[in-house]
């Protein structure tokens, strides 16, 4: 069975930093692009940052641009470091997994094969 969990969400000052991790279980996604969503209440899930499957290529939103960082450890591992937070940041963060490109999870394009649970992510001013 195909899993990814999230783990790392909290409450957080502006100005903090949170770095959600992502493990991923059941298959091998070595050749998977891997990223990282978040919706806020009310709203639409977004795009936050992507990564291909080499780790070589990565995109971000302009909203977290600078200030977020998206890695992979491994196939099966992905990160996401939070930085100078805001409280506009606040949301449920989710881990996706797509056998397409990072671009087109940037892009939105396709449908993402797999997805976490989400973990929730609160800043507070």
């Known amino acids: 069975q195909v899993q990814l969990v999230e783990s790392g969400g909290g409450l957080v000052q502006a100005g903090g930093s949170l770095r959600l991790p992502c493990a991923a279980s059941g298959r091998s996604f070595r050749r998977y692009a891997m990223g990282w969503f978040r919706q806020a209440p009310g709203k639409e899930r977004e795009f936050a940052a992507a990564i291909s499957w080499t780790g070589s290529i990565t995109y971000y939103a302009d909203s977290v641009k600078g200030r977020f960082t998206i890695s992979r450890d491994g196939a099966n591992t992905v990160g996401l470091q939070m930085n100078s937070l805001e409280p506009e940041d606040t949301a449920a963060y989710y881990c996706?997994?797509?056998?397409?490109?990072?671009?087109?999870?940037?892009?939105?394009?396709?449908?993402?094969?797999?997805w976490g649970q989400g973990t929730q992510v609160t800043v507070s001013s």
């Open positions: 996706a997994a797509d056998a397409g490109t990072a671009q087109a999870m940037r892009d939105m394009s396709a449908r993402v094969d797999y």
